[in-house]
């Protein structure tokens, strides 16, 4: 934007003495790249049912168990699909167990899920954009030496994170539902055939597997990212074609 700036000004001012910028020079490529096909992935992680799973995985009777649970798995999900994508995929997630739940409010879970996934994101080279952009500058830094520098602070700075959201809204963690209601949003059309959806889910489970494979063997996580949710885009296109095949 600063550079953006100047150019205008430069265009405004013609008679005075700006220096000029390449703008497009001053960008890096790598962590819009990885953000790009991290976006990709979730997309086709959430076709396959996944956030309903987790929304399973998260229910809670007890609004503090809950609210541990957010933490940690915001955390740990911001870690391999980077805190931006954590906080787009989690949230609706929350809101509708909150919702169910019949929550006095969703503003602890809320908050959980936006601090612990800039702290879990904390852990890896891809967590967030400015780690992706520090390891596209510093050749030496690896996927594991990082993680394995920052376990120890994340793992602490969670931990503190947790407790003070617990202590802090210790009188806003009530559900006012007796039980939850039976309604959760899925969107995730019934396949035509068992076992093309089977195949379906075993592709995509594989391909994010060597997606994380890739990074920790030091392969560039632009590259890979794209490349993982290239591919998952080739293969849904695929699985409709084949299902509408079947019709």
């Not at 976006?39 to 399973?56: C, F, H, I, P, S």
């Not at 911001?78 to 995929?89: E, I």
């Not at 936006?114 to 996927?143: C, D, E, K, R, V």
Request: net charge negative; hydrophobic share 50%.
């Amino acid at each position: 934007m600063a550079c953006g700036l100047r150019e205008l000004c430069h265009a405004a001012w013609p008679e005075e003495d700006y220096p000029t910028v390449d703008i497009f020079g001053k960008i890096n490529p790598t962590p819009i790249a990885l953000l790009f096909g991290l976006m990709l992935v979730n997309a086709y992680l959430k076709d396959t049912g996944l956030w309903q799973r987790v929304e399973e995985l998260l229910d809670s009777e007890s609004p503090r168990k809950l609210l541990l649970k957010v933490c940690f798995m915001a955390a740990s999900t911001s870690a391999v699909l980077t805190n931006d994508t954590t906080c787009l995929v989690l949230t609706p997630v929350v809101l509708n167990l909150c919702r169910r739940r019949g929550a006095k409010t969703s503003i602890p879970f809320l908050l959980a899920v936006a601090t612990s996934s800039n702290i879990g994101s904390s852990l890896t080279i891809i967590g967030n954009p400015q780690n992706a952009l520090i390891a596209s500058i510093s050749p030496g830094l690896t996927f594991l030496n990082f993680a394995e520098a920052m376990l120890l602070p994340v793992i602490l700075g969670l931990a503190m994170n947790t407790c003070a959201l617990c202590l802090y809204f210790r009188k806003d963690l009530l559900f006012t539902a007796p039980e939850p209601v039976e309604e959760i949003d899925v969107e995730l059309a019934a396949p035509q055939s068992k076992c093309l959806w089977r195949f379906y889910m075993v592709a995509v489970a594989v391909i994010v597997t060597a997606m994380v494979v890739g990074w920790v063997f030091n392969m560039a996580t632009d590259d890979v990212a794209l490349a993982a949710g290239s591919t998952l885009m080739l293969l849904r296109a695929l699985r409709r074609r084949a299902a509408g095949d079947d019709l």
